[in-house]
């Protein structure tokens, strides 16, 4: 199942092995379904089969994955401190991340009080 899933989120794809690439995710169902009792099958290991279809005609999968969308959605919901008004507070913590980042970059090589009272201690020792 590795090949599969590495042939088909790479970022080229090669239309003469589709074919094969759909008869060997078909085989190698076939084999695992001997080794795995039947409550390990669900509709989401069949779907592999039509993944390598939807790679046939819609190309990479890179190009149409909302796995990163997801993720920083994931990221955005975790901002929300009223629940009446979650797109407001989802704003302000974007906000706040951003100027955050922007301080941290922009001063990053400028010592804190305590740091550049440790480096004078050292510098009269």
């Known amino acids: 199942m590795s090949i599969v899933f590495q042939k088909v989120y ?4 090669n239309l003469l092995e589709i074919d094969w690439l759909k008869q060997y995710a ?8 001997c080794w795995f009792p039947p409550s ?5 290991l ?9 790679l046939a005609i819609y190309g990479p999968v890179g190009c149409r994955w909302m796995y990163l969308v997801e993720r920083y959605l994931g990221v955005l919901k975790k901002h929300v401190r009223k ?3 979650p797109e407001g507070s989802m704003a302000e913590g974007y906000i706040v991340d951003e100027a955050l980042g922007f301080v941290l970059n922009t001063y990053k090589d400028i010592l ?9 201690r050292k510098r009269q020792a």
Do not use: N, P, Q, Y
């Open 83 to 85: 629940r009446s008004l």
């Open 112 to 120: 804190t009080h305590g740091d550049a009272s440790g480096m004078m």
């Open 40 to 44: 390990f099958w669900d509709i989401m």
């Open 26 to 33: 078909a085989e190698t169902l076939c084999i695992l379904e």
């Open 46 to 54: 069949h779907l592999v089969i039509h993944v390598v279809d939807e």
């Open 10 to 13: 790479s970022k080229e794809v």
